[in-house]
């Protein structure tokens, strides 16, 4: 089965600063990336997800890459703020017989300080 | 409401109890997973629904864990003879997709605490 990787398990940055995490997966008919937001005792919500068919994809402050040759995704936040502080969660599915699961990663912290 | 509701929110039991977690996921959503989250881990998947069909349930730890969704709304997931190793997050998520590549709309979950 899938599994991804991700790294690192924490991150800490100065408000304004740029965060970067990691991942990578192992089953290369993987298809489907998603990223979602944890906040302490809240329920994970989708921010952003691409396409194997897409390289790169934005939404006002935060990207995602995706390189399919090296099986890795990253997310990217620009000009991060304090609200941004939470546990990062990347995922991946494959289309075909389990195309509707999702391999969660173990985390990120990030802590934005002001 | 519009989101995924689960219930409890909290569950605290004495080693050895049966337990019932409740999902009632969002109108017309097709698709219904339950994840296990340990503290300080990302969501384990544990069985999927495609209306009242539980299609896979490879993610169920044991024979202790069961789940069903019989007229392919509200799910239940059931532990029998709870164990401390089962103490943990459970979360309930549902989306409109059939396949994998559709956002999952989370519950806020129910934190079971097995003593």
């Known amino acids: 089965g899938e599994n991804v990787e991700q790294h690192p398990s924490t991150l800490s940055v100065q408000e304004g600063d740029s965060a970067v995490i990691k991942c990578t997966y192992s089953?290369?008919?993987?298809?489907?990336f998603p990223w979602y937001k944890q906040e302490l005792g809240k329920r994970p919500q989708l921010i952003i997800d691409?396409?194997?068919?897409?390289g790169e994809k934005k939404d006002q402050r935060i990207a995602v890459t995706l390189n399919k040759t090296a099986k890795h995704f990253s997310l990217h936040i620009t000009e991060t703020q304090p609200e941004d502080s939470a546990v990062y969660f990347c995922?991946?599915?494959?289309?075909?017989?389990?195309?509707?699961?999702?391999?969660f990663g173990k985390g990120t912290l990030l802590t934005v300080n002001p | 409401g519009a989101g995924v509701s689960q219930s409890p929110r909290y569950k605290v039991a004495k080693r050895g109890q049966d337990v019932a977690l409740r999902c009632d996921p969002i109108?017309?959503?097709?698709?219904l997973f339950w994840y296990q989250q340990a503290l300080g881990q990302g969501p384990e998947f544990l069985t999927y629904?495609?209306?009242?069909?539980?299609?896979?349930k490879s993610g169920l730890p044991s024979d202790r864990f069961f789940a069903e969704r019989p007229e392919g709304s509200v799910s239940t997931l059931k532990i029998q003879r709870t164990q401390q190793e089962d103490s943990a997050v459970y979360l309930c998520?549902?989306?409109?997709?059939?396949?994998?590549?559709?956002?999952?709309?989370f519950g806020e979950g129910s934190r079971l605490t097995v003593l």
């Open positions: 998520a549902s989306s409109l997709a059939i396949e994998g590549d559709g956002e999952l709309f």
């Open positions: 089953d290369s008919a993987s298809n489907y």
């Open positions: 691409i396409r194997s068919n897409v």
């Open positions: 995922a991946a599915s494959s289309s075909g017989g389990s195309n509707y699961k999702l391999t």
């Open positions: 109108s017309g959503h097709v698709s």
């Open positions: 629904f495609q209306n009242e069909a539980q299609l896979d």
